[in-house]
């Protein structure tokens, strides 16, 4: 079975400087894949490069099509959603404008049962749905830039920090969903500096650091590595070198 | 001065000020979704005004031959940019609108150039020819650039602003028009004598704010036009075009242009030049606005016009330099309460 989103060998750079280099990583079908790593290891630029909003060097294909002449719009309306780590909400809009918006691409009868599916898995956003996406909280914000996302009916999500900032409860809310979306078949890409939670859920896991892959297998073999618990888990193993 | 005196000045400023507050609300909504000061909003005006008096008087307008001109270099244009990966789908559909549909207009106008067409005609014929001039104007100029900085944008929109007036003198020449009114029933009431003119003025004003609220607040479009404006990059992840919310908005802008002409070319006559001014007296309500702010600027915009109304009759000389003068308080003020910010960075 090929892989629904496959990288090879992507190169990204700002100007001169190559943020991520010669990085490949496949997602298959109802799959959760992990990236973790620590701040500015280029996770977000790798992210933003896949969904077109950063040029990427090599070679990126999304459900057997190749999406080096697609711009954004065109990837997004092949099923492929991306959550930024800054929400990128409309915040003068109330809720429900900001999720029928997510719903641009695809018709519109079908648009009102995807509306339900994110109340649904949302129930909180249902009760603010009159609210101006502004005045949210972080966590709620981070629910409404997932439902959006979700509202164009994706088959792949790509999460970008979900977790920043909230309140530990609420991620593990996020983290639910997260899952539930696997079950119902939407596959999902999770950049995390979270990397305990995220390992958790995800079928398989990358480790990156300084623009580079250096570790990348099942995500329990990566939970269970020591190099990584010292690196990323907060534990500390005696000897443990730095990866 | 006395109150008749002083209720005609209002009523003028007002009947003004109504065109002023529907070019500001143009110029807010392009500047807020693809960031172009539209210097070239005054030639949307001399175009629909021009156009329509031409048609009405029996001639033939340049502008529908300028239509088809731009639409075959925006078919061009998408044929390009679409070189890759051309679908018989994109393809057609692009000549449809660039090149099928400026045809059919220019064959219109022909017909009906040389008899005198009924007013409703003219108006819809003109409203067409511009909204298209609209269409392809951000196709050529101003999409190819829609990434690039506000400073290159607007400095794109001087070069269209200077092309399209030099254009306007070539189609209709050095001579000032007026056209037929499009309402031509008065009444009085009290000392005030309202014609059928500024009642249309008053009417359609307010009419199209009305339906720019309803299509912002309640259509798809409109909506997805917000926000655009709000947050581009959310935008694309919605699959919302940035090319399409800028069509949308040329659109808009180029139809209230033209519409804005054919209200004032019976009132004032019109040279192809004109409108230019007329288009700045709307950017100074937009300006006041902040450019953000709809209903500030519909509102600066009625007391710019009443401002010029009072000027010209105590000062009549400086009426231009008195209303121009207004935005020097209103920059300082603003200068005042925003924060220091660095040059913007895009």
């Given at each position: 079975?090929?892989?629904?989103?496959?990288?090879?060998?992507?190169?990204?750079?700002?100007?001169?400087?190559?943020?991520?280099?010669?990085?490949?990583?496949?997602?298959?079908?109802?799959?959760?894949v992990?990236?973790?790593?620590?701040?500015?290891?280029?996770?977000?630029?790798?992210?933003?490069?896949?969904?077109?909003?950063?040029?990427?060097?090599?070679r990126?294909?999304?459900?057997?099509?190749?999406?080096?002449?697609?711009?954004?719009?065109?990837r997004?309306?092949?099923?492929l959603?991306?959550?930024?780590?800054?929400?990128?909400?409309?915040?003068?809009?109330?809720v429900?404008?900001?999720l029928?918006?997510g719903?641009?691409?695809?018709?519109?009868?079908?648009?009102?049962?995807?509306?339900?599916?994110?109340?649904?898995?949302?129930?909180?956003?249902?009760?603010?749905?009159?609210?101006?996406?502004?005045?949210?909280?972080?966590?709620?914000?981070?629910?409404?830039?997932?439902?959006?996302?979700?509202?164009?009916?994706?088959?792949?999500?790509?999460?970008?920090?979900?977790?920043?900032?909230?309140?530990?409860?609420?991620?593990?809310?996020?983290?639910?969903?997260?899952?539930?979306?696997?079950?119902?078949?939407?596959?999902?890409?999770?950049?995390?500096?979270?990397?305990?939670?995220?390992?958790?859920?995800?079928?398989?896991?990358?480790?990156?650091?300084?623009?580079?892959?250096?570790?990348?297998?099942?995500?329990?073999?990566?939970a269970?590595?020591?190099?990584?618990?010292?690196?990323?888990?907060?534990?500390?193993?005696?000897?443990?070198?730095?990866? | 001065?006395?109150t008749?005196i002083?209720?005609?000045?209002?009523?003028?400023?007002?009947?003004n000020?109504?065109?002023?507050?529907?070019?500001?609300?143009?110029?807010?909504?392009?500047?807020?979704?693809?960031?172009?000061?539209?210097?070239?909003?005054?030639?949307?005006?001399t175009?629909?005004?021009?156009?329509?008096?031409?048609?009405?008087?029996?001639?033939?307008?340049?502008?529908?031959?300028?239509?088809?001109?731009?639409?075959?270099?925006?078919?061009?244009?998408?044929?390009?940019?679409?070189?890759?990966?051309?679908?018989?789908?994109?393809?057609?559909?692009?000549?449809?609108?660039?090149?099928?549909?400026?045809?059919?207009?220019?064959?219109?106008t022909?017909?009906?150039?040389?008899?005198?067409?009924?007013?409703?005609?003219?108006?819809?014929?003109?409203?067409?020819?511009v909204?298209?001039?609209?269409?392809?104007?951000?196709?050529?100029?101003?999409?190819?650039?829609?990434?690039?900085?506000?400073?290159?944008?607007?400095?794109?929109?001087?070069?269209v602003h200077?092309?399209?007036?030099?254009?306007?003198?070539?189609?209709?020449?050095?001579e000032?028009?007026?056209?037929?009114?499009?309402?031509s029933?008065?009444?009085?009431?009290?000392?005030?004598?309202?014609?059928?003119?500024?009642?249309?003025?008053?009417?359609?004003t307010?009419?199209?704010?009305?339906?720019?609220?309803?299509?912002?607040?309640?259509?798809?479009?409109?909506?997805?036009?917000?926000?655009?404006a709000?947050?581009?990059?959310g935008?694309?992840?919605?699959?919302?075009?940035?090319?399409?919310?800028?069509?949308?908005?040329f659109?808009l802008?180029?139809?209230?242009?033209?519409?804005?002409?054919?209200?004032?070319?019976?009132?004032?006559?019109?040279?192809?030049?004109?409108?230019?001014?007329?288009?700045?007296?709307?950017?100074?309500?937009?300006?006041?606005?902040?450019?953000?702010?709809?209903?500030?600027?519909?509102?600066?915009?009625?007391?710019?016009?009443?401002?010029?109304?009072?000027?010209?009759?105590?000062?009549?000389n400086?009426?231009?330099?008195?209303?121009?003068?207004?935005?020097?308080?209103?920059?300082?003020?603003?200068?005042?309460?925003a924060?220091?910010?660095?040059?913007?960075?895009?």
């Open positions: 079975m090929s892989a629904l989103l496959s990288v090879t060998d992507a190169h990204v750079a700002y100007g001169k400087v190559e943020a991520v280099r010669s990085v490949s990583l496949e997602v298959g079908a109802n799959q959760i992990t990236i973790v790593g620590a701040n500015g290891a280029g996770k977000t630029t790798l992210l933003s490069a896949i969904m077109g909003i950063l040029p990427l060097k090599g990126v294909s999304f459900a057997g099509q190749d999406l080096a002449r697609l711009d954004i719009e065109d997004v309306a092949m099923g959603g991306l959550v930024p780590e800054h929400r990128e909400l409309f915040v003068t809009m109330n429900e404008d900001n029928e918006l719903a641009f691409r695809i018709e519109k009868s079908k648009a009102k049962a995807s509306m339900e599916r994110v109340y649904t898995l949302f129930p909180r956003l249902k009760e603010r749905r009159k609210q101006l996406a502004g005045t949210l909280s972080g966590g709620e914000q981070q629910m409404l830039a997932m439902g959006r996302a979700l509202m164009g009916a994706p088959k792949l999500l790509m999460l970008d920090e979900p977790s920043l900032g909230l309140a530990p409860i609420i991620v593990a809310d996020i983290f639910r969903i997260v899952t539930e979306l696997r079950a119902s078949g939407v596959s999902v890409l999770l950049v995390e500096q979270n990397a305990q939670a995220a390992l958790k859920i995800a079928d398989q896991a990358y480790v990156m650091e300084l623009g580079e892959f250096v570790l990348s297998g099942k995500a329990s073999d990566i269970a590595n020591e190099q990584v618990a010292a690196s990323y888990l907060g534990f500390q193993h005696e000897g443990a070198s730095v990866l | 001065m006395n008749t002083m209720l005609f000045l209002l009523q003028d400023g007002i009947t000020g109504a065109i002023y507050a529907l070019l500001g609300l143009a110029l807010v909504l392009v500047f807020a979704v693809t960031r172009v000061i539209l210097i070239p909003q005054g030639e949307f005006v175009y629909g005004a021009l156009t329509y008096a031409s048609l009405a008087a029996g001639q033939m307008p340049g502008t529908a031959k300028l239509a088809l001109a731009m639409g075959i270099a925006a078919f061009a244009f998408d044929l390009f940019v679409a070189r890759q990966a051309l679908h018989a789908r994109l393809v057609v559909r692009a000549f449809l609108t660039n090149i099928v549909l400026p045809a059919i207009v220019l064959a219109v022909l017909y009906f150039a040389g008899q005198k067409p009924p007013v409703a005609i003219c108006i819809v014929l003109s409203l067409v020819i909204a298209m001039i609209g269409l392809y104007l951000y196709r050529i100029a101003f999409q190819p650039l829609a990434h690039t900085s506000v400073l290159v944008l607007l400095i794109a929109s001087v070069g200077l092309a399209l007036q030099g254009l306007g003198l070539l189609f209709f020449g050095a000032g028009q007026r056209g037929p009114a499009v309402l029933t008065s009444f009085t009431a009290g000392a005030l004598r309202f014609t059928g003119q500024s009642i249309a003025v008053y009417g359609i307010i009419a199209f704010i009305v339906g720019l609220w309803l299509f912002f607040g309640l259509t798809l479009y409109g909506k997805a036009l917000r926000a655009t709000v947050n581009r990059l935008a694309r992840l919605a699959g919302i075009r940035t090319s399409l919310s800028g069509q949308i908005a659109l802008a180029s139809v209230i242009g033209a519409l804005s002409g054919i209200l004032i070319v019976p009132i004032t006559t019109l040279y192809y030049d004109s409108g230019f001014l007329i288009g700045l007296k709307g950017f100074v309500a937009a300006i006041i606005g902040g450019l953000v702010s709809y209903p500030l600027t519909a509102v600066a915009a009625l007391f710019v016009g009443i401002v010029e109304a009072f000027s010209s009759f105590y000062a009549s400086y009426k231009e330099v008195i209303v121009f003068m207004l935005l020097i308080p209103v920059l300082l003020l603003r200068s005042l309460a924060p220091a910010v660095e040059e913007e960075k895009d």
